[in-house]
T-cell receptor, first 111, second 112 residues
Framework: GQQLNQSPQSMFIQEGEDVSMNCTSS?????WLWYKQDPGEGPVLLIA?????ELTSNGRLTAQFGITRKDSFLNISASIPSDVGIYFC???????????FGPGTRLSVLP | EAQVTQNPRYLITVTGKKLTVTCSQN?????MSWYRQDPGLGLRQIYY???????DKGDVPEGYKVSRKEKRNFPLILESPSPNQTSLYFC???????????FGDGTRLSIL
């Protein structure tokens, strides 16, 4: 089946630093989503992208839908301790009518 | 409050003993799906449903069954659980396919 790759797999940063992570696919997607998962909870939607080239912000978070429709990135500015968690990208394929999730990027923020 | 509710949250059981994990949403969503989450593999879709009485296989359907008799409920059935089905399971729903999904809090299954 389709697969998404996320990089980096994990990262340790200092509080206040900016963070960048990305998601790539060998297939084209028509929708890209970014989720965050805290321990013991289900993923929570951060940003949804519906058009190639789209750049969308949600507070300190900014995500872009790649022009090729095969990638997306998520930036977090001025990280804080509550940014700790696992960040997942997800792509939706209109043909298969199902979502594909990446393996996640685990973020740790050091005080 | 809009939510997706899964039960049970935790279950330890033995190989071969049929079990059902229930999922209910109160948002009148058409699309519902089940995922399993395993370390390093992210979320993999098991089954999904575009609407009542319409279900389809996801990426890892083997060993699972689902049904969608009512819009709000989408139970996951393991007829004969095996240890390789030990995992964290999530139910999710959205207004329709392609829309961002709301996730439940997860069900941790351990099959001994």
């Amino acid at each position: 089946g389709q697969q998404l790759n996320q990089s980096p797999q994990s990262m340790f940063i200092q509080e206040g630093e900016d963070v960048s992570m990305n998601c790539t696919s060998s297939s084209i997607f028509n929708t890209w989503l970014w989720y965050k998962q805290d321990p013991g909870e289900g993923p929570v939607l951060l940003i949804a992208l519906y058009k190639a080239g789209e750049l969308t912000s949600n507070g300190r978070l900014t995500a872009q839908f790649g022009i090729t429709r095969k990638d997306s990135f998520l930036n977090i500015s001025a990280s804080i301790p509550s940014d700790v968690g696992i960040y997942f990208c997800a792509g939706f394929d209109n043909y298969g009518q199902n979502f594909v999730f990446g393996p996640g990027t685990r973020l740790s923020v050091l005080p | 409050e809009a939510q997706v509710t899964q039960n049970p949250r935790y279950l330890i059981t033995v190989t071969g003993k049929k079990l059902t994990v229930t999922c209910s949403q109160n948002m009148n969503h058409e699309y519902m799906s089940w995922y399993r989450q395993d370390p390093g593999l992210g979320l993999r879709q098991i089954y999904y449903s575009m609407n009542v009485e319409v279900t389809d296989k996801g990426d890892v359907p083997e060993g699972y069954k689902v049904s969608r008799k009512e819009k709000r409920n989408f139970p996951l059935i393991l007829e004969s659980p095996s240890p390789n089905q030990t995992s964290l399971y999530f139910c999710a729903s959205s207004y329709r396919g392609g829309q961002p999904q709301h996730f439940g809090d997860g069900t941790r299954l351990s099959i001994l």
